[in-house]
């Protein structure tokens, strides 16, 4: 079986972190036996090239210092802030159109797998029209909470999923939000953990319902994880951009109500809202000297990071619905944070429940809610048998439901589907 994977990110090179879990995601089809080949945008004129023995094609949409449309940030967010990229929106679909052609035409692929269908479901229609290759396509929530801000968009989503074979969503709230623009059968197909750990199982061989969808997918034995020691302060971890949905500020907030002898919070990652969460911490701590400290440290290398996991005591998301409607669509952050042994304080918004279910797998908090994230480390940091009680339910949440195992037996049955559907 050949599957066209499309997106609007693929690494770029062999130490790219860009979307490791579409690598990731790849890799286990592959491993499936599925025979792979991704179109991608090139980025600042990168030309077609070779992943994990995968090859990317590469289309050119613009002079090689303009495409910088995709990439390093979501085109929504990148538009935001420089809005003459909005012109590139059309040689983007124009020669992803032609491109996506000369591939089907060549290699005729058995099924297209697009991802962001928009605007990736116009890439893939003509391909898919022409040669008479079904269509899948991929929802991970920004394109479907972008009708928000961009009514002209909502058509044209209802029209390509009417178009399509048989739709992926990355979460139950993704899910919703599709059904809700067009009634349409749509398959839960969320992300497995991108640490090398991840696709390792001991698989029971019986299915285990996890989601409201009934999509099945074999189970592996929980393995028991021991919480992390706390040596000095309880650590409050967040990893991630720092972007407004990520609700860094309110974390932020939270050290108001965190004694400083006690706790500790520490933010990875970097972004546009850098300086200005170095500010809030600023104020902060002039306002209330006894707050838990704040420590920023930037961009880390692997093993730097991989530390700052095994030394934590606790990981947060407080992700909230941003100002333009966008949310996280699953928090595949989060699994990777389980599968390490650290307990979730998460917000209850978006994909995240999928994740975290509450007092059973995790902590779920109301979103901007400093007040409520505080009182959920304290009680963390009091009673080290609700850690222990978390973390058994984290495994047995990812063995039921985000082992790749699991989720790519899911899209290759969808695949022989809409295959066996076509002839």
Not at 365 to 393: C, I, M, N, Y
Request: charged content about 20%; aromatic content about 8%; hydrophobic content about 40%.
């Amino acid at each position: 079986m050949k599957v066209l994977v499309i997106g609007s990110v693929y690494p770029r090179f062999q130490e790219d972190a860009e979307v490791p879990w579409l690598r990731t995601s790849v890799a286990h089809l592959k491993k499936a036996g599925i025979e792979i080949q991704v179109l991608a945008p090139a980025y600042k004129g990168l030309k077609s090239h070779d992943i994990d023995g995968t090859h990317v094609n590469r289309f050119r949409y613009a002079p090689a210092n303009w495409e910088i449309l995709t990439h390093e940030e979501g085109a929504p967010s990148k538009m935001a802030s420089k809005p003459w990229l909005q012109l590139l929106a059309i040689p983007y679909i124009i020669n992803g159109f032609f491109q996506c052609l000369r591939i089907c035409r060549k290699w005729r692929p058995d099924v297209i797998h697009a991802h962001w269908p928009f605007p990736h479901a116009y890439i893939a229609l003509g391909a898919a029209k022409l040669f008479g290759i079904p269509l899948v396509l991929n929802f991970h929530g920004a394109e479907l909470l972008l009708i928000r801000k961009k009514k002209w968009v909502k058509p044209l989503l209802k029209f390509a999923i009417g178009q399509a074979q048989a739709i992926f969503a990355n979460s139950s709230f993704t899910a919703g939000k599709i059904k809700a623009l067009r009634n349409a059968n749509v398959e839960w197909s969320p992300y497995g953990t991108t640490l090398e750990t991840s696709g390792s199982t001991n698989s029971t061989g019986s299915p285990t319902l996890c989601h409201p969808e009934q999509n099945e997918v074999k189970s592996k034995d929980p393995v028991t994880i021991v919480p992390h020691p706390v040596n000095g302060k309880f650590k409050i971890l967040f990893v991630g951009r720092h972007i407004e949905r990520k609700g860094i500020c309110y974390l932020i907030e939270a050290a108001k109500y965190l004694p400083r002898d006690q706790f500790e919070i520490r933010i990875v990652g970097v972004g546009d809202l850098t300086e200005q969460l170095h500010v809030i911490a600023n104020e902060v701590k002039q306002s209330n000297p006894d707050s838990a400290e704040i420590i920023f440290t930037g961009k880390l290398s692997p093993e730097d990071l991989a530390n700052e996991y095994k030394t934590a005591n606790v990981f947060t998301l407080p992700a909230i619905v941003d100002s333009k409607g966008d949310t996280e669509g699953l928090g595949v952050v989060l699994i990777e944070a389980m599968e390490l042994g650290l307990p979730i304080v998460a917000s209850n918004v978006g994909g995240i429940p999928d994740v975290v279910i509450d007092n059973e797998s995790g902590i779920l908090v109301p979103e901007k809610d400093p007040v409520a994230l505080a009182d959920a480390f304290k009680q963390l940091a009091a009673d080290p048998s609700l850690t222990e009680r978390l973390l058994a339910g984290a495994q047995k949440r990812i063995s039921e439901c985000f082992t790749w195992d699991g989720i790519i037996e899911r899209q290759v049955e969808v695949y022989k589907r809409v295959i066996n559907n076509k002839k």
